[in-house]
């Protein structure tokens, strides 16, 4: 195991062009603000003090990985060989990578320029519990109203591999995201167990509470709690719009675009943190941000008919996903 990150050694990149501009820090790869022109709040949420991002904000911002979401007691065969990949306290089962995983690396700084940066983390081979050493790269890029982010990772063992890039939105800066408008070109979605692992069954969204078709209220009656993963295709495919955002105050709209064949929605009910520690005004308590995690469908590896994440050493891992603003 590895010890706590250095914070001293943590550094900040501010991309900027006329229409956007993102603070993003080495701790994590993190997107720790995005500010819409014309515009004082943070359309994503973040912290002040460093500390909270290995503890009540841990992954705001982040990448996560080596695996995002969720491995069925930290169990996964790969190769005909069987590794146990330590859990994710409270979890019962191994979370984003582990207690250690991408978001507790202070990522190095490639290359940067006024509206793009390159950052780099070595995993080691049986980091965490996986195999092979694995190269990541993040491209953070500003493309007039979009941030565009991409993913790369290669391997020299067989491995898993899904990462995601896990900001908290509010488009408004204040208040709950349970008054946002959202809509996810899904026609299916994993049901889970108490526990939120995938049952196994691929569920249309049609007739169900999950079906977010058409531009909806989130918080609306027949709200269901949303921890939840919308199956979008059964393979990675060409970068295309897979959901919108709209805010009910400031009328700020997210068209959020991806490769990936799964989007994880979660209403952020767990969120807590003191206003001193808030980038943007006011306490934040539960449902004060909607994380939308483009990725692999979880627990893929016990899954054998989801989309699989094992990643060859002859291949390369590609994830592409852009935040449109308007």
Not at 107 to 121: A, D, K, P
Not at 171 to 178: E, N
Not at 294 to 314: G, K, V
């Amino acid at each position: 195991m590895n010890s706590t990150p250095d914070l001293t050694k943590v550094q900040f990149i501010t991309l900027k062009n006329k229409q956007l501009k993102v603070n993003i820090m080495t701790l994590g790869a993190s997107i720790q603000s995005v500010y819409l022109n014309d515009y004082e709040h943070s359309l994503v949420l973040g912290s002040s003090k460093l500390d909270d991002y290995l503890n009540a904000t841990k992954y705001f911002g982040a990448i996560v990985g080596r695996v995002a979401n969720r491995i069925a007691h930290g169990h996964a065969v790969i190769n005909e060989e069987t590794y146990h990949l330590p859990l994710t306290p409270p979890e019962r089962h191994h979370l984003h990578g582990g207690p250690e995983g991408t978001n507790t690396k202070i990522w190095s700084i490639v290359q940067q320029s006024h509206n793009m940066v390159q950052l780099q983390t070595k995993l080691k081979d049986g980091e965490m519990g996986y195999p092979g050493n694995m190269l990541v790269n993040v491209f953070y890029r500003l493309i007039e109203s979009a941030l565009e982010m991409e993913i790369r990772a290669t391997t020299d063992k067989m491995t898993i591999c899904s990462f995601a890039g896990h900001s908290y939105i509010n488009l408004d800066g204040v208040g709950s995201i349970l008054d946002h408008k959202l809509s996810v070109k899904a026609d299916h979605y994993l049901p889970t167990d108490k526990t939120l692992i995938p049952t196994g069954e691929v569920t249309p969204t049609a007739n169900s509470a999950f079906d977010f078709k058409q531009l909806r209220t989130i918080g609306r009656n027949d709200y269901p709690e949303l921890d939840t993963n919308f199956c979008l295709s059964s393979a990675s495919r060409p970068i295309q719009k897979v959901a919108t955002l709209k805010a009910p105050l400031t009328g700020i709209t997210l068209d959020y675009q991806t490769t990936e064949p799964g989007l994880q929605v979660y209403d952020g009910r767990h969120i807590h943190l003191s206003a001193e520690s808030n980038i943007n005004s006011g306490e934040l308590n539960a449902y004060a941000g909607l994380a939308l995690e483009a990725q692999h469908w979880p627990d893929a590896i016990n899954q054998p008919h989801f989309p699989s994440t094992l990643l060859a050493p002859e291949k390369t891992y590609k994830q592409i996903t852009r935040y449109v603003f308007s």
